[in-house]
Structures are given as structure tokens and as C-alpha cells.
């Protein structure tokens, strides 16, 4: 009787212990779950977003693609901001790069795709490919395993086959005229420079012309080397041609310009609503301070192009030669981000010595502001000075008393109106089809060995007196497909002449051979030595 009450009495208590037991596992288990779920939605620091893409990318019901949508998110956080503010991917940065650090991985050599094949054109003097034994002229038809040669593949993508880790290995295979099977040649890459000093030399007795296309780590080097070239060549004037120069390194540009200024003359300012006035003085140690002095700008002149002219034409020192530049007033700084990718953030404004801003309006958009070229030619502004209105209510003045505006880019102190002269829907499809250079091309393949010898574009000129090349050129475009256009050919025969010697001494002696030949009907040149 008793093991039964027994019984009676424990089995409930049993019961009751297990269900209490139970209850306290399962209370375990549920808090577990919900500090996992309350660890997704812990606050992250930042803002609403970081929440959201947090939430997105541990909550979501099916796998997304995260770093696609923080892309589009940060294009999309930073697109009604100013025109300069910009997103720069991890997979652009290495390009992005190149221009401003002054040097890339490669074979080192320029190429042209003639025919749906790789031809080289120069081999870099110095370098790997040179070192390797390849010559100007030579076909490329395979890069590593790829064929190259016949097929439909772009220049980016060849380029991007040959460049690569400096000290790694390329092997390419090459068909050489005069050779009758292909031949394989290995490669080391090394470091090829980016040159952003294009060509300097005398374009008379007693004017340098020195063409500066970037401001990167490098120019200032590159640009004191031909300044004391150019002195050793008799040099009494210099014109600095910064026409298509989109900016870079702005202490690069205010390193030169300080080569030009006397002690204490003020290059420019910039202010922002985070960034607080810094002024920049010349320090008046620049070696070329006496020196007669003309700019070349442009349309395409932007940015730290426009600070070195305006510095020069607000402090009275030199003159401003061409036609208005583009207008970029706004000083960007770079900020990594951890992936690789970048900000190029707008932190204030530049105020070149006057205290004028050369920004012009971006309050219509990014479209209108991008847009403005077009509306240039419309306007008549490329051809017309008196086309171009200033707000009377943004006059300024040079150091030396004279009326300078803002609102928008360096008007020059002379302008030159673009050169249509000459123009005619021949050329124009002479340049679409690209028959300009694939003739002179097919010229230099036939000529290479007798203008190998030749040294300077004096030379290459003198040389190519013996040719019609331009009555060559339109029978070869003719058998290419493009119909001889009698009218077409008398109206454009001098730019078309002068052209075709240009590019041809290009492909003999690069640079130094295109900028002196292509200079005789550079209108904005011609002026400049007139002054």
C-alpha cells in the first residue's frame, strides 16, 4: 500500500519536473534564437543605409548580389551632387591611376590595328620589348595561348593582355616581313612611363613650345627637363600649350607656375564650407621669372590647367592665347574606400589670384553642364568672340588693373576662333573610316628601311617631297571603299598634305616628328608666334 501511494505521489512530481524542465530547455533555445535574430538587427554604425544593406544582406529570402547594390547605392547617394563629385570602382582605380603616378606594367611598345592585325609602330626605346629583340613593324598574331591576329577584339583587350605585374612574363608571336615563319619571344614586363610631357622643341630661332597633356607625380620633372633643353637651343620666349589638358596633381601645377612668378605673388586660394582658406604664394626661387611667356588653352582645358593660366594672367605675368577654357573651378580630394574603390569627393573652390572662381554653373544638371560644349558651337563661341557674354556683376581685375570675369573657365587675353577652313564631308570621312592612318600605315610598311635613317622632321619632310601623297592616298582609299571626291580633295588637299606628313614622321620619330609638322596649320600656334 504504501510503494503504491508511493507512486501515486512521485509520478506527478515526476511529470510536473519534466515539463518545468522542458519549458526552461526550450526558453534556452527560443533566447538563443532571438539573440540570433536580435544580432542581425544590432545598430550598425552610420546611417539609415548601412542599416538597410545590413538588414539586406542577412535577412533577405533569397542570395543577392551585395556589392552590386552598395555600387548602385553609392551612384546613386552621390548623383545629384556637383558634376566633379565621382565614384571610382576598385577594377578603374589601377587606370585611373597610371596617369598620375606616371608609369604601368608592360612589353612597352605602341600598336595599330591594321586589318584585324597587331602591328607595332614603335617599340619604346629602352624597354622590355626592345630588350627582347622586337622591331617597329612587326605582327603581332598571338599574345600568350590567344590568337589576336584576324579576329574581332578590341585594343583595350589586347592592351590589357600585354600589360600586367611588373617582372612578370608575356610571350607573344610575331610575323616579320622578310621572315618566313613566326617566331615567339618572351617578355618581362618592366615599368613603361607615362609621358605627360608630349614633345618639347624650338618652333623658331627663338620660341620653345613645350606641349603639357596632364599634371602628374612626374611633369614637373619632365617639364624643368625641357625647359633646360630648350634653353641649350637658344630659347628667348616659351609658349606652354595646355590645350585638352584636363587637370591632375594641383601642387604639380603650382610647383610650375612658381617657376614663372616673382616672390609673393598669389597662385590661388581654395574654400569650402569644411575646408577653411588656404592660400598659395609663389616663393619667388623659380628659375624662369623673366622669361616671355604665352599659354595655350582651349575648350578641353580644365582644372589645374586653368589655375596655371589664370595665375599667369591675374598676375599680369604672361599671355593667355586661344579660346575659353572648359570651367572646372572645384577642388576634389580622393578617399580609399576598403575594397579598393574610391571617392573623388568635392571639398571646396578654387579662387585663382583676382579672387575669381572659374566654375561655371551646374544648377541645371549634370546633362546641361556636360552639355555645354555643344551649346558653345551653337552659340557661335568657337567661332565668334563677341558670342560670349559675361555677367557684369562678376568683373574682376588683374594685379595690373585690367577687367577679368568669372562664371566660368579663362577667357584669353587673344582669341583665336576654331580653323574650319579647309573642312569638307571628304575629309570628315576620310577621319571616320579611318583611311588617313591606315594609309600612311601602309606607306611607312613600304618605306621603313630608307626612313629609319632619317633624324629629325626636317629630314622626314624633305623625304616625302618625291611623293603625291595625297593623290596616293585617294586612290588607296578608293580601293578601300571611299569614292574620290575631286572637290573634296582641292578644298582639303593642304590639311590633308600636311596630315599625312604628319603622321607619318609620328610613326618615325613619335612625337618629335607629329607636333612640329601638324604645327604649320596650327592656327592657335601660328598666332602665338606672332606675339
Known sequence: MYKNNWKVILMPLILALAIVLGMFVNSLFVRKDLRERQELFLPVQGSKLDMVLNMVEHSYVDTVDIQKIEENAINEVIKDLDPHTVYIPAKEMEKVNEDMIGNFGGIGVQFYKYRDTVTIIKVVPGGPSQD?????????????????????????????????????????????RGEKTPFTKKITRGSIPVKSVDVAYMANDTTGYIK???????????????????????MKKLIVDLRGNVGGILPIALKMVNEFLDSQKLILYTQGKASPRSDYYSNGKGKYKNLPLIILIDENSASASEIFAGAIQDNDRGKIVGRRSFGKGLVQEQRMLPDGSALRLTVARYYIPSGRSIQRPYDKGKKEYYDDFYNRILHGELEVKDSIHFDPNLKYHTVGGRVVYGGGGIMPDVFVPADTSGFSKYLVDLRRTMLLYDYTFDFMDKHREEMKKLNNYKEILAYLKRFDLVEEMADYAEKNGLKKDRKGIRDSYEIIRVNLEAYIARDVLDNEGLYPVIGKIDSTLQKALQE
Not at 613593324?137 to 592592351?159: E, S
Not at 596632364?214 to 624643368?224: A, C, V
Open 132 to 176: 627582347a629583340g622586337l622591331q617597329d613593324g612587326d605582327r603581332i598574331i598571338k599574345v600568350n595561348d590567344t590568337l589576336v591576329a584576324g579576329v574581332k577584339m578590341n585594343d583595350q583587350k589586347i592592351m590589357g593582355m600585354m600589360r600586367g605585374q611588373i617582372g612578370t612574363d608575356v610571350e607573344v608571336t610575331l610575323v616579320r
Open 212 to 234: 603639357v597633356n596632364t599634371f602628374g607625380m612626374n611633369t614637373y620633372d619632365e617639364f624643368m627637363t625641357a625647359l633646360q633643353q630648350l634653353e641649350t637651343e637658344g
